[in-house]
């Protein structure tokens, strides 16, 4: 099993920046990828950024040019860098961490909110 710890949410005024970290811990092995999801109140769950174990990453067209998705594999950790926020980001954002090669998994964060005024 696979723990995973989001930190970093708050709230912020729109124009400002956050700073996410998702912290693993557990039976990690590499080739696995980490991303950040969110979920806004009435709305489904969203993928907002991946990233692979090579660094290839991949955005939701509506996050482009604003957050950046990066991983630092010694502190198995992932982090998410928000940076000019809108009212339309807000919502409970959740780290997920998959592997698709035996040993499998795909484990979820608790979420960490972020809500962004206008």
């Known amino acids: 099993q696979v723990q995973l710890v989001e930190s970093g949410g708050g709230l912020v005024q729109a124009g400002g920046s956050l700073r996410l970290s998702c912290a693993a811990s557990g039976r990690i092995f590499s080739f696995n990828a980490m991303g950040w999801y969110r979920q806004a109140p009435g709305r489904q769950r969203e993928l907002v950024a991946a990233?692979?174990?090579?660094?290839?990453?991949n955005y939701a067209d509506s996050v482009k040019g604003r957050f950046t998705i990066s991983r630092d594999d010694a502190k198995n950790t992932v982090y998410l860098q928000m940076n000019s926020l809108k009212p339309d980001d807000t919502g409970i954002y959740y780290c997920?961490?998959?592997?698709?090669?035996?040993?499998?998994?795909?484990?979820w964060g608790q979420g960490t909110l972020v809500t962004v005024s206008s």
């Open positions: 990233i692979s174990s090579g660094g290839t990453t």
């Open positions: 997920n961490a998959k592997r698709g090669v035996s040993p499998a998994y795909n484990s």
